[in-house]
């Protein structure tokens, strides 16, 4: 893993939506660029580059004295097949920790959805991403959610909640709600992955999803 070589603050990160006393200090990067020290070989080495690469948001919290960075990306690729037109993406999320100087990789998410020659859906949901310690234990967790799909109608997509806490996963899968033009909105639905996760980790993902599920 390539070493950093400035100082975790000079992340020049804004600040961002409030948390509890207990959670971790969290700020907030949208400029678009990887974090200093940290190159797209680190987010995920086999990463097309040819593709239109892309970094909605990078998170950078400190805890227990150790720098961690999460990395949210995406590369695009467009191209034809049979003279018809196709888009595909892939979804990528990244999990550092500084031990010493240099950054190590935690865990990292990858979803991809296939070249479509509809309405492509792969997307981060904004405002569902998030840095808690809900059984203040020390070790920080990591939310968010995407939406993936291909259609040429007004549908609900596959949407999937993630908690990271270190390299454990918990997930809600299901799909997101839509009003398809009548007024009575459908989907919405999840089942829950949470193993034997600490109660409040559930409902927190539980409030999270309902709070980020509509899609219109």
């Avoid at 000079?10 to 971790?24: I, K």
């Avoid at 949208?30 to 990078?58: E, F, N």
Wanted: with cysteine; charged share 25%; glycine share 10%.
């Amino acid at each position: 893993m390539r070493r950093f070589a400035a100082p975790l603050v000079a992340l020049s990160l804004a600040a961002a939506s409030p948390v509890r006393a207990h959670d971790p200090a969290v700020e907030v990067d949208t400029s678009g660029d990887l974090p200093p020290g940290i190159t797209w070989d680190d987010v995920q080495p086999k990463l097309d580059r040819k593709a239109d690469l892309k970094v909605v948001r990078s998170l950078g919290w400190m805890q227990g004295g150790l720098g961690h960075v999460a990395v949210f990306a995406t590369a695009t690729k467009t191209g034809q097949a049979r003279g018809e037109a196709h888009t595909s993406r892939a979804l990528y999320v990244t999990t550092l920790r500084m031990i010493g100087d240099t950054w190590k990789k935690i865990e990292d998410i990858r979803e991809v959805v296939a070249p479509c020659a509809l309405d492509l859906t792969a997307d981060f949901v904004d405002g569902a991403i998030g840095v808690t310690d809900l059984d203040d234990d020390g070790e920080a967790e990591l939310t968010f959610a995407y939406r993936l799909g291909c259609g040429g109608d007004v549908s609900p997509n596959t949407m999937k909640l993630i908690m990271l806490e270190g390299p454990q996963k918990y997930a809600l899968r299901g799909e997101s709600r839509v009003d398809p033009g009548n007024g009575v909105r459908v989907g919405g639905t999840f089942k829950p992955d949470f193993g034997k996760a600490p109660p409040a980790f559930l409902a927190h993902a539980k409030k999270v999803w309902e709070a980020h599920a509509d899609e219109n």
